[in-house]
């Protein structure tokens, strides 16, 4: 039995670093929190590599984490029932790596941050799903059931396409509350986990 758990021990510290880039565009620093969050929940979990990248100011060096990442996790504050206009310039500029398949068959989600406690998240949502479609993606979605309505409490909002956070107007450090944020750290490690299954 010894050599039996010693065998699994070797085999689980060998196993291949996976990498997630969390790619997103936040105007204010609330959907930079959940982006974090997420990031930190991923970070938990063995033989995974979680990063954060801006959409703002892409370079090549950027663009090359991106095109390595196993998986790449969208996020967008609602503005006007869409992404932000700079999510969407960050969108359009992968159209030559849409046309050379580049990014098909990588693990790809989405989390989508408004003031509203609905600010048509789902229509953001929505766009990021087709987007990682159209790039040849494998969609994961939040399959976390509802814990409750109040702000302490896992996925409040029940969304199961991606991840959805509300913020009030509060310093950054308050909001999105504390349940959404403990949403963004489950999300995180079951897509470090749904990686490393992959």
Request: glycine residues 8%; negative net charge; hydrophobic residues 40%.
């Amino acid at each position: 039995m010894s050599t039996e758990l010693n065998t699994q021990s070797q085999t689980k510290s060998t196993s291949p670093i996976k990498r997630m880039c969390v790619v997103y565009h936040s105007a204010y620093g609330h959907t930079a929190r959940v982006a974090q969050a997420i990031v930190d929940g991923a970070n938990q979990v063995e033989n995974i590599d979680a990063n954060l990248i801006s959409v703002e100011h892409m370079d090549h060096y950027k663009w090359e984490v991106l095109d390595q990442a196993d998986v790449l996790v969208f996020g967008s504050p609602t503005y006007m029932g869409s992404v932000t206009g700079q999510f969407k310039l960050f969108m359009d500029a992968t159209s030559s790596r849409w046309i050379n398949r580049s990014w098909s068959g990588k693990l790809a989600a989405g989390f989508a941050n408004s003031g509203g406690l609905s600010g048509d998240k789902l229509a953001a949502l929505q766009q990021v799903c087709l987007f990682a479609m159209q790039h040849g993606m494998v969609w994961s979605g939040l399959p976390l059931m509802s814990q409750g309505h109040e702000t302490t409490d896992l996925n409040r909002l029940a969304s199961f396409l991606g991840l959805m956070t509300q913020s009030d107007n509060l310093p950054v450090a308050q909001t999105p509350p504390s349940g959404d944020i403990e949403t963004a750290h489950w999300f995180g490690r079951h897509l470090a986990q749904l990686a490393q299954r992959m």
